[in-house]
């Protein structure tokens, strides 16, 4: 017997319960292979909060979470400031435009021209806010397209909610399952 009243492991013990447990522990510790995504498939994607709990608390944040899913969906980097002022000039041009043509009794335009000019990574085929997840069917664009939109989304939108709750959680926010839907 050895110091402590423990037998060592070839005598008595079972050496195959010792390489299971130390298996599952340095299994659950690694990390997982990064996930292959194919170009011009369908994916259904499902991010949810950790431990179930709110996504969305009020209408503001399904407002924001539709704007996020608009506004991350881009190869560039993200200048949420930059793009409102630029969507703010648009709108003056327009307006100035509108009076412009009345002033000569034109026909006015009913909406402003888009000027969305944006590299998209995924198309987003359909998406449901729901109180604690949201569902996204995309088709990826661009090689890793999924990928960066969910790092994108997923990080943009938890600094936001985080900020307006006045979180401070370390770790996760969230978890994401994505399913693969071939056609055919």
């Known amino acids: ?13 079972n050496p195959w319960r010792f390489e299971k447990l130390y298996y599952r522990a340095w299994k659950k510790h690694m990390p997982r292979k990064p996930r292959q995504f194919v170009n011009n498939e369908i994916y259904h994607i499902v991010l949810r909060r950790i431990r179930d709990e709110l996504l969305f608390v009020d209408t503001d944040d399904y407002y924001r979470g539709i704007f996020s899913i608009y506004e991350f969906n881009t190869t560039q980097p993200v200048e ?14 327009f307006r100035e435009q509108i009076q412009e043509i009345q002033a000569s009794g034109g026909q006015t335009p ?14 987003i085929l359909a998406f449901c806010l729901m109180p604690n997840h949201i569902h996204l069917l995309v088709k990826q664009l661009k090689e890793g397209g999924i990928s960066k939109f969910m790092q994108k989304l997923g990080a943009g939108y938890a600094a936001y909610f985080k900020i307006k709750y006045d979180i401070r959680l370390k770790g996760h926010f969230r978890q994401t399952v994505i399913i693969f839907l071939p056609l055919g």
């Open 1 to 13: 017997m050895r110091k402590g009243g423990r037998t060592p492991l070839h005598q008595g013990a």
């Open 80 to 93: 949420i400031f930059r793009r409102r002022r630029q969507i703010q000039a648009a709108k003056k041009r």
């Open 110 to 123: 009913t909406q402003p021209p888009r000027t969305d000019n944006r590299d998209l990574l995924v198309e």
